[in-house]
Protein backbone atom coordinates (compact mmCIF):
# COMPACT_ATOMS: atom_id res chain seq x y z
CA UNK A 1 0.00 0.00 0.00
CA UNK A 2 1.09 3.64 -0.92
CA UNK A 3 0.55 6.81 1.13
CA UNK A 4 0.36 10.32 -0.74
CA UNK A 5 1.20 13.19 0.44
CA UNK A 6 1.15 16.42 -1.82
CA UNK A 7 3.00 19.73 -1.17
CA UNK A 8 3.89 23.13 -2.60
CA UNK A 9 0.35 24.46 -3.71
CA UNK A 10 -0.16 28.20 -2.80
CA UNK A 11 -1.31 31.18 -4.17
CA UNK A 12 0.85 33.17 -7.13
CA UNK A 13 0.12 35.95 -9.89
CA UNK A 14 -0.58 34.85 -13.08
CA UNK A 15 2.51 33.86 -15.39
CA UNK A 16 4.22 32.79 -12.28
CA UNK A 17 5.26 29.01 -11.50
CA UNK A 18 4.87 26.54 -8.50
CA UNK A 19 5.96 23.35 -8.17
CA UNK A 20 4.13 20.59 -6.48
CA UNK A 21 5.36 17.75 -4.76
CA UNK A 22 4.13 14.40 -3.72
CA UNK A 23 5.41 12.39 -1.57
CA UNK A 24 4.96 8.51 -1.35
CA UNK A 25 5.20 5.67 1.46
CA UNK A 26 6.32 2.17 0.60
CA UNK A 27 9.39 0.45 -0.55
CA UNK A 28 7.91 -0.02 -4.19
CA UNK A 29 7.03 3.34 -4.96
CA UNK A 30 9.67 3.29 -8.25
CA UNK A 31 7.06 0.28 -9.26
CA UNK A 32 4.05 3.07 -9.42
CA UNK A 33 2.71 4.74 -12.66
CA UNK A 34 2.16 8.41 -11.15
CA UNK A 35 -0.51 10.85 -12.06
CA UNK A 36 -1.86 14.80 -11.07
CA UNK A 37 -5.15 15.10 -11.37
CA UNK A 38 -7.28 18.37 -10.61
CA UNK A 39 -10.24 19.70 -9.40
CA UNK A 40 -12.01 22.91 -9.45
CA UNK A 41 -15.06 24.23 -7.32
CA UNK A 42 -18.25 22.55 -9.07
CA UNK A 43 -15.92 20.75 -11.76
CA UNK A 44 -15.39 17.34 -11.88
CA UNK A 45 -11.40 16.20 -11.35
CA UNK A 46 -9.86 16.65 -14.46
CA UNK A 47 -6.42 15.24 -15.67
CA UNK A 48 -3.02 17.18 -15.98
CA UNK A 49 -0.06 14.79 -16.09
CA UNK A 50 1.45 10.98 -15.64
CA UNK A 51 4.42 9.49 -15.62
CA UNK A 52 5.58 5.60 -16.40
CA UNK A 53 7.67 3.48 -13.06
CA UNK A 54 10.88 4.87 -14.50
CA UNK A 55 9.73 8.55 -15.68
CA UNK A 56 10.46 7.67 -19.36
CA UNK A 57 6.86 8.14 -20.76
CA UNK A 58 5.27 11.18 -19.69
CA UNK A 59 1.90 12.60 -20.70
CA UNK A 60 0.10 15.93 -20.02
CA UNK A 61 -2.96 17.28 -21.04
CA UNK A 62 -3.94 19.74 -23.80
CA UNK A 63 -4.44 22.34 -21.34
CA UNK A 64 -1.56 22.27 -19.59
CA UNK A 65 1.08 21.12 -22.58
CA UNK A 66 4.16 23.31 -22.96
CA UNK A 67 3.91 24.42 -19.49
CA UNK A 68 3.49 22.00 -16.76
CA UNK A 69 5.82 19.00 -16.63
CA UNK A 70 6.08 16.29 -14.62
CA UNK A 71 8.71 13.82 -13.08
CA UNK A 72 9.69 11.86 -10.46
CA UNK A 73 13.07 10.66 -8.21
CA UNK A 74 12.19 7.21 -7.32
CA UNK A 75 15.49 7.45 -4.83
CA UNK A 76 13.36 10.06 -2.98
CA UNK A 77 10.05 8.77 -3.45
CA UNK A 78 8.44 11.67 -5.06
CA UNK A 79 6.80 12.90 -8.09
CA UNK A 80 7.16 16.54 -9.23
CA UNK A 81 5.05 19.04 -11.09
CA UNK A 82 6.47 21.93 -12.61
CA UNK A 83 4.19 24.49 -13.03
CA UNK A 84 5.11 27.40 -15.34
CA UNK A 85 3.18 30.33 -16.99
CA UNK A 86 0.17 29.90 -14.40
CA UNK A 87 -3.33 31.22 -15.66
CA UNK A 88 -6.10 31.65 -13.17
CA UNK A 89 -8.00 28.96 -14.92
CA UNK A 90 -5.26 26.56 -13.62
CA UNK A 91 -6.85 27.57 -10.00
CA UNK A 92 -7.78 24.43 -8.63
CA UNK A 93 -7.23 21.68 -5.61
CA UNK A 94 -4.23 19.03 -7.02
CA UNK A 95 -3.91 15.49 -6.38
CA UNK A 96 -1.55 13.05 -7.00
CA UNK A 97 -2.15 9.28 -7.89
CA UNK A 98 -0.35 6.15 -7.89
CA UNK A 99 -1.09 2.97 -9.46
CA UNK A 100 1.28 -0.44 -9.47
CA UNK A 101 2.41 -1.24 -12.65
CA UNK A 102 5.85 -3.33 -12.37
CA UNK A 103 9.33 -2.53 -13.39
CA UNK A 104 8.52 -3.50 -16.82
CA UNK A 105 5.96 -1.56 -18.03
CA UNK A 106 5.61 1.40 -20.18
CA UNK A 107 1.96 2.50 -18.94
CA UNK A 108 0.80 5.35 -17.54
CA UNK A 109 -3.09 6.33 -17.26
CA UNK A 110 -4.86 9.54 -17.87
CA UNK A 111 -8.19 8.09 -16.32
CA UNK A 112 -8.97 8.87 -12.35
CA UNK A 113 -10.70 5.17 -12.29
CA UNK A 114 -7.11 3.63 -12.97
CA UNK A 115 -5.50 4.92 -9.82
CA UNK A 116 -6.04 2.94 -6.51
CA UNK A 117 -4.26 5.58 -3.95
CA UNK A 118 -4.90 9.32 -4.10
CA UNK A 119 -2.94 12.09 -1.91
CA UNK A 120 -5.35 14.48 -0.05
CA UNK A 121 -5.04 17.24 -2.55
CA UNK A 122 -3.20 20.65 -2.35
CA UNK A 123 -4.56 23.87 -3.33
CA UNK A 124 -3.16 26.34 -6.28
CA UNK A 125 -4.90 29.71 -6.78
CA UNK A 126 -3.84 31.72 -9.46
CA UNK A 127 -5.09 35.33 -9.11
CA UNK A 128 -5.11 37.74 -12.00
Known amino acids: QVQLVESGGGLVQAGGSLRLSCAAS????????MGWFRQAPGKEREFVAA????????SCSDSVKGRFTISRDNAKNTVYLQMNSLKPEDTAAYYC?????????????????????WGQGTQVTVSS
Open 97 to 117: AAVQTGYSSYSLFTRASRYDY
Open 51 to 58: INWSGGVT
Open 26 to 33: GRTFSSYA
